[in-house]
């Protein structure tokens, strides 16, 4: 009844418990960045509408200007008996051109600078010129209205010069002003996603404060619990079987619950870490004496450890979450490699970081569960969690712990055949500061 009701206090408890300031600012960073996102989209879109209209209406504009020069320009070819005459009076603006040619598109006569130099082309009726100076040109038959006949074209041009560098300040004002829309929308967005989120994640931290009391408050009951079923143990004289199988189960129930609480009030610790001056650790000191702890509980598994801890490799951190931190590794690769198994732990050093590898020849990990052996409460399977007889939490203690010395940690399984968890630490070196 006991084991039931605290192991179902507990439940309730941890259900709403998560590494709160990591995963809010994750999910700020998160809404931020699909903001901006969604903004650069609609800039975009705006952007290329904005530039596709207005070429649309400059090209308009254009056409039009060459429409009505080829009309006035159409009056001034006239046939004169057997000859075709040019009256060339002036017509053209700034950056505008007149071409005369007869029926058969020889060149009659011109007027202004910006002429097309393409060959002339009686099917073309618009033509786009590049070089030696861009222009666009028009052609346009001529009939001579009163007798009723052909007698030649003419052809109308307009450098596009201005045009292009009209267009050119169009993007350049487009993109300064995407830009500042942008620069703007991003820091507000920064303001509106913390203040957004800020009423969730005080909710969060009052539920993370919570979890952290009660898990405190409950090792002194547990603590009694346990005292008291091992004292009704030691002494049994009298007490009936039934009576002794129930105490040694309330004694094993408070036991791990006992664990479990423990294991919460750590994550709570490395969710909101407590401020620490750090000192330097030379790993050589760190794992000496773990090895020396779990030599013998790997001697009496008949599994071999090798331990190869370079010397001059060291990290800055603190002592007591580093040590948890391996302890944890080592005592997961101790669980799940069977007798007869071996387990190597090594180091190197990877430019600024060091990379400490704990392998196993366990009973490895499935690929789809890979991505999930770092959440809270969560474990591979039923066979794997009798096996360990643990909560899940060993490991997402080891990665929040890594995650706090600016680390983390990788893994790669094999099922059947054994896994390597490698932990990542920013390297120190004498110069650091």
């Known amino acids: ?5 605290l192991a179902g206090s507990l439940v309730k408890i941890v ?3 998560f590494p709160f300031s990591r995963v809010f600012q994750t999910i700020r960073y998160r809404l ?14 705006f952007g290329i509408a904005v530039r596709v209209t207005f070429v649309r209406v400059l090209n308009q504009q254009l056409n039009t ?4 020069l080829a009309k006035g320009a159409a009056l001034e070819l006239e046939i004169d008996g057997a000859d075709i005459t040019v009256d060339n009076e002036p017509l053209v603006n700034e950056n505008q051109a007149i071409q005369w040619f007869d029926f058969e598109g020889n060149l009659l006569d011109e ?3 910006d002429v097309l130099m393409l060959p002339f082309n009686s099917d073309e009726i618009l033509q786009t010129q590049t070089t030696p100076y861009p222009v666009t040109g028009l052609t346009m038959p001529v009939n001579d209205h009163d007798k009723g006949i052909f007698i030649g074209y003419v052809r109308v041009s307009e450098s596009t010069q201005s045009l292009k560098d009209t267009l050119r300040r169009l993007d350049i004002g487009l993109g300064i002003s995407a830009g500042i829309a942008f620069l703007l929308t991003g820091l507000s967005g920064l303001w509106l996603t913390h203040q957004a989120m800020k009423p969730i994640e005080q909710s969060f931290r009052r539920l993370q404060r919570f979890t952290s009391d009660a898990a405190h408050e409950l090792r002194s009951p547990l603590t009694a619990i346990k005292t008291n079923a091992a004292v009704a143990l030691k002494y049994s004289e009298g007490m009936r079987k039934t009576d002794s199988e129930k105490f040694r189960a309330i004694k094993s129930a408070s036991t791990q619950l006992t664990a479990l609480t423990e294991n919460l009030l750590t994550l709570a610790r490395t969710d909101q870490p407590t401020p620490q001056i750090p000192e330097v650790i030379c790993l050589v000191d760190l794992f000496d004496p773990l090895v020396q ?15 190869h801890i370079q010397d001059e490799l060291k990290v800055l951190g603190h002592p007591i979450q580093l040590n948890r931190l391996f302890t944890n590794l080592i005592d997961n690769a101790l669980r799940y490699t069977p007798r007869g198994g071996t387990v190597k ?3 190197q050093q990877e430019k600024d970081f060091l990379s400490i590898h704990i392998e196993d020849t366990g009973i490895g990990i499935v690929a789809d569960d890979l991505a999930h052996i770092f959440e809270r409460f969560w474990q591979v399977d039923l066979a794997r969690s009798s096996q360990a007889g643990g909560f899940g939490l060993g490991l997402a203690i080891a990665q929040s712990i890594a995650q706090n010395h600016g680390g983390d940690i990788r893994v790669t399984s ?9 932990v990542r630490l920013p390297a120190y070196a004498d110069e650091t500061p």
């Open 1 to 5: 009844m006991v084991q039931n009701f």
């Open 65 to 68: 200007r060459l429409e009505t």
């Open 414 to 422: 094999e099922l059947d055949k054994g896994s390597c968890f490698t």
């Open 32 to 45: 931020l960045a699909s903001y901006l996102a969604v903004l650069t989209v609609i800039l975009a879109v």
């Open 111 to 113: 007027q202004g600078d």
């Open 15 to 17: 259900i709403y418990y």
């Open 345 to 347: 732990v090594w180091t």
């Open 293 to 307: 702890l779990y030599q013998p509980r790997f001697d009496a598994k008949a599994i071999q450890l090798e331990a």
